[in-house]
């Protein structure tokens, strides 16, 4: 008993000494507000972090925010896991690496996401330069703490983040690892209508298509529930109207459908009541999500699809018939602009970026689900380069992850990683 008592309060004190260094650390930081956070999950030391950041990084004159950060320290000369967030981040979370790799944690919150949003927004500010800039800054101030390799991780629009850095900042990292990341060619990315017109069955893909005309053809009976079930759900419908929001839906249902890896079986049939397969249907295709609320939320999510990044849109030949809300005389697009501003798409980066991931893109590795919808806009495999590629079989977009791989495949990425941050992974 004194033996375990004396260990325990040499524990205490070696993770308070520990403690009382990194705050000194932290306070010698130039730009940056911390505060602990406690926890009584384990005994992982969290401080939140704000972020001085410019505006503009070419032009610091032009004003600054405060970028939301969390800090997991794990040990001075471990290894340091940047998470690149793609949207917001209200709490603190470990990922996989960081519990693979024993690492300190750096998870960092997008920027005119969440928190990290500046008093008075200005869009032109959004842009994937100045938001990789972010994250170098971030880098470059706890280089001064974290002297063992680097490694950045992110999943799906945070894993594009963390391709995009290392794009801008090839050097800030030893290894980088997406997670079910797209990386489109276009602003209307069309590998996913080729996707959704050959994955799975042809049985599954013709229910879906019979089940998208029921819903339409049965409007008049839908909206009225749907009207209630907004009120219920607190959601407002004035970026779109009720009607568009439903077509919208209906459109995203085989896109979300494989995206989140839902059953064939579960498709309502013909003879299920209307209720029942409304029931489904927001389920797997959660008006929501057309929503205001969603619209607001993520607002920079979509300026930065419609400027840069690129999105998908939706294959209406064999719908033009029964849509009645939307135009039919192009294919619909999934980014829904601020305010239905003007705006205008640069492809340069993306060709850009798309050529340096094929020639130059070395020490990436690639996860992917197979039935992931976005697996669609997956940076195709290069034998030019030094990376590895995951497909996992049967998984998607919630569960392509290290922990859902075969052993072989494990095998194989602790290879990768062992060898290319010189570390020994147990």
Known sequence: ???????????????????????????????????????DRDSSIIYELNVKQPLDHGDPAKGYFYQKVFLRHSGFYKP?????????????RVYELTRLLDANQIQIEHRFFGESMPDSLDYNYLNLEQATAD????????????????????????????????YFYPDDVDVSVPYVA?????????????????????ECREKIKAFQVRLLKNRNE????????????GLTFSYLTLEEA????????PFSFWQWGHDCKDIPSYEMSIQKSLEHFIEVSEIGFFSDKSMEKYASHYYQSATEMGYYGYEIDEFKG????????????????????????????????????????????YIYGELDTWSASAVPPSNRVESIWFFLKGKHHGSARIRNMTIEEKQKLTHYLEQWLEVDIK
Request: charged share 25%.
């Open 80 to 92: 340091t896991v940047m998470a690149t967030e793609g949207y917001g981040c209200a709490k603190t």
């Open 322 to 365: 029964l849509l009645r809300a939307l135009p039919t005389n192009k294919n619909p697009h999934a980014a829904f602009v601020p305010d239905k501003m003007n705006v205008r798409f640069d492809k340069k980066l993306l060709d850009d970026v798309n050529k340096w991931l094929e020639t130059d893109g070395s020490r990436f590795i």
């Open 135 to 166: 994250l170098h800054k971030i880098n470059q101030l706890f280089r001064r703490i974290y002297s063992g390799s680097w490694v950045s991780t992110g999943i799906s629009k945070g894993g594009a983040t963390t391709i995009f850095y290392r």
């Open 1 to 39: 008993m004194r033996c375990f008592l004396g260990l325990f309060f040499l524990y205490t004190i070696s993770n308070n000494v520990i403690a009382q260094d990194l705050r000194t650390l932290l306070f010698e930081l130039p730009d940056v507000i911390f505060k602990k956070v406690e926890t």
């Open 222 to 233: 839908i909206l009225p529930l749907l009207k209630f079930y907004g009120i219920g759900a």
């Open 246 to 253: 439903f077509e919208f839906a209906v459109l995203e249902y």
């Open 182 to 202: 797209p990386i489109n060619t276009e602003f209307e990315e069309k590998r996913i209508y080729d996707f959704l017109d050959n994955v799975g069955s042809e």
